[in-house]
């Protein structure tokens, strides 16, 4: 079976097989070598996100990921008092969602690389202008969200990670690096332009390459064309087979020998 590579998050995750998508450009750079999991689900805050996480990662898999991502924060960090304030979460409980995810995520699989991402920045006149474009002279005069908000919620993030010795991705300080950012990489303030898409697929590729999941290194889930003799096909899939039981029998007798 190929491994599991899951994208778990918001709107910004479940967009993410779309056209220019993050996820769509990440199951292309692990074609034939991994599957990539899209479970992104709109308007999700960590509080709701919890509900989802026996069903999605079930403790009994007997082939858990190998590698997660958990991106929200986004709806979290809603303000009080503003448009969809349903969907606020406090930081503190944000930061303690988060941690409850990881620990489920690692009783799943001890070995599983857990990467946490922030939510993005938030460019607040962006999310007048597309409320204004949606709801016309009804539209709310306040946005929903802030970048100061948004930016408390990453740090929060940013230093869990830390804490459990987990990589992350800092997408709120990573997009304002560059000039302009408002228009090059979100769409409507919130969500990600397929320039943003692009950075998001080159920091994930970035951290899983430094956990040694290098794509250019995994070996294709069947022989490529080229191998197969045609006057006789079948040797090179018992030869994949030969190779698949050896890899199999070598990683037993290695957990064997590490069990007292």
Request: aromatic share 8%; glycine share 6%.
């Given at each position: 079976?190929?491994?599991?590579?899951?994208?778990?998050?918001?709107?910004?995750?479940?967009?993410?097989?779309?056209?220019?998508?993050?996820?769509?450009?990440?199951?292309?750079?692990?074609?034939?070598?991994?599957?990539?999991?899209?479970?992104?689900?709109?308007?999700?805050?960590?509080?709701?996100?919890?509900?989802?996480?026996?069903?999605?990662?079930?403790?009994?898999?007997?082939?858990?990921?190998?590698?997660?991502?958990?991106?929200?924060?986004?709806?979290?960090?809603?303000?009080?008092?503003?448009?969809?304030?349903?969907?606020?979460?406090?930081?503190?409980?944000?930061?303690?969602?988060?941690?409850?995810?990881?620990?489920?995520?690692?009783?799943?699989?001890?070995?599983?690389?857990?990467?946490?991402?922030?939510?993005?920045?938030?460019?607040?006149?962006?999310?007048?202008?597309?409320?204004?474009?949606?709801?016309?002279?009804?539209?709310?005069?306040?946005?929903?969200?802030?970048?100061?908000?948004?930016?408390?919620?990453?740090?929060?993030?940013?230093?869990?990670?830390?804490?459990?010795?987990?990589?992350?991705?800092?997408?709120?300080?990573?997009?304002?690096?560059?000039?302009?950012?408002?228009?090059?990489?979100?769409?409507?303030?919130?969500?990600?332009?397929?320039?943003?898409?692009?950075?998001?697929?080159?920091?994930?590729?970035?951290?899983?390459?430094?956990?040694?999941?290098?794509?250019?290194?995994?070996?294709?889930?069947f022989p490529h064309h080229s191998e197969i003799d045609w006057k006789n096909p079948s040797k090179a899939f018992q030869l994949q087979c030969a190779q698949q039981q050896t890899s199999a029998l070598s990683q037993l007798n290695e957990v064997c020998y590490m069990d007292p």
């Amino acid at each position: 079976m190929r491994p599991q590579l899951v994208l778990f998050g918001d709107s910004i995750t479940e967009q993410s097989l779309g056209r220019g998508g993050w996820g769509a450009a990440l199951a292309d750079t692990y074609s034939r070598k991994a599957d990539v999991v899209v479970r992104g689900y709109g308007g999700y805050n960590t509080r709701w996100a919890l509900f989802l996480l026996h069903l999605i990662f079930p403790l009994d898999c007997a082939n858990p990921p190998v590698a997660t991502t958990v991106f929200f924060g986004a709806n979290d960090a809603v303000l009080l008092g503003r448009n969809n304030e349903r969907q606020h979460v406090p930081v503190e409980e944000y930061k303690e969602n988060l941690r409850r995810m990881v620990h489920h995520l690692k009783k799943c699989s001890p070995t599983m690389l857990v990467v946490l991402i922030t939510p993005p920045p938030v460019d607040e006149e962006g999310r007048l202008e597309y409320a204004r474009s949606v709801f016309g002279d009804k539209a709310v005069k306040l946005p929903e969200r802030t970048n100061e908000m948004a930016g408390i919620y990453a740090k929060q993030c940013v230093e869990l990670a830390k804490e459990l010795g987990l990589p992350s991705i800092d997408l709120w300080s990573k997009i304002q690096e560059a000039e302009e950012w408002r228009k090059k990489f979100l769409s409507d303030g919130l969500h990600l332009t397929e320039e943003g898409n692009a950075l998001v697929h080159h920091e994930v590729v970035g951290v899983f390459d430094e956990a040694s999941l290098y794509a250019s290194a995994m070996p294709h889930d069947f022989p490529h064309h080229s191998e197969i003799d045609w006057k006789n096909p079948s040797k090179a899939f018992q030869l994949q087979c030969a190779q698949q039981q050896t890899s199999a029998l070598s990683q037993l007798n290695e957990v064997c020998y590490m069990d007292p």
